[in-house]
């Protein structure tokens, strides 16, 4: 079986790092690094580049593909379970339940990119849970274009951060959503620039479980050797480089 993630960029990265680690497989991880980022884009243009890399991961034969990106999560997921009915696709939202469950009598704040936080997805999920008055939402789009980069300055991202923060009386809150997948690139950032009082929630780990638990319900089991496929919409050198970074592996297949 081969297995697909695609983002925008680099973000996905920090998911499938956990996805290699506990079930190594035959995997296919597209970055659109031609049209990244996707979260200052429009609903309707997020949506047609997450269906052209789906399409392209779908050629390689993918039967599983992770949408590791929450931006193109929100915009598409539901339309690309119509349209392959075949495919199984696992998408990516910020972790509000396991924030809610533990915040007691205090709020949580649920950062991401402005399609995803102010979408209709996340709203839905927020319902459901009963939680609009537990909920705050903020936007962090300038954090995708810092995570882009991985060597930018962090105390340009501590001051970014900082700024961003300084309306919320953070005694008030009990958790931080990393509602992105870009930015678990900068959690310890956030530990160190948020109060000790506030949890750093992200999602990577229920995405993995779900993947393995899709895979397994398929009948596979991860019995292959590890392979990593690496398709670019825009070859890029910087991008192929930090992307060996973050997973910590170097035997990477560049398509």
């Known amino acids: 079986m081969k297995i697909g993630f695609f983002d925008s960029g680099i973000g996905g990265a920090t998911i499938f790092k956990e ?14 690094t031609l049209n990244m980022p996707y979260g200052t884009k429009e609903k309707e243009e997020v949506k047609k580049f997450a269906f052209k890399a789906s399409e392209k991961l779908i050629q390689k034969g993918c039967k599983i593909i992770v949408v590791a990106c929450n931006t193109a999560t929100s915009a598409a997921i539901s339309d690309l379970r119509r349209e392959y009915k075949d495919i199984i696709f696992i998408g990516t939202e910020p972790g509000i339940k396991p ?20 979408g209709e997805k996340l709203k839905k999920l927020i319902d459901r849970l009963n939680a609009k008055e537990k909920v705050e939402l903020l936007a962090l789009d300038k954090l995708v274009k810092f995570a882009e980069n991985i060597n930018t300055d962090n105390n340009e991202v501590v001051s970014y951060i900082k700024e961003e923060f300084k309306k919320y009386d953070l005694k008030d809150y009990s ?5 992105c997948t870009h930015f ?5 950032v956030f530990e160190e620039v948020l109060p000790k009082n506030i949890k750093i929630i992200d999602s ?14 398929l009948d596979f089991e991860s019995k292959e050797s590890l392979k990593i496929n690496l398709i670019l919409s825009k070859y890029d050198n910087e991008f192929i480089s930090n992307f060996k970074k973050i997973i910590k592996i170097d035997n990477v297949n560049v398509i």
């Open 184 to 188: 678990p690139i900068y959690k310890e």
């Open 99 to 118: 924030a809610i469950d533990s915040c007691k009598d205090k709020k949580v704040i649920v950062t991401g990119t402005t399609i995803t936080v102010y």
């Open 175 to 179: 958790s931080v959503v990393l509602g």
């Open 204 to 217: 990577c780990e229920g995405v993995v479980n779900n993947l393995i638990t899709k895979a397994k319900s």
């Open 19 to 32: 996805a290699i680690r506990k079930f190594p497989a035959n995997y296919y991880y597209f970055a659109d």
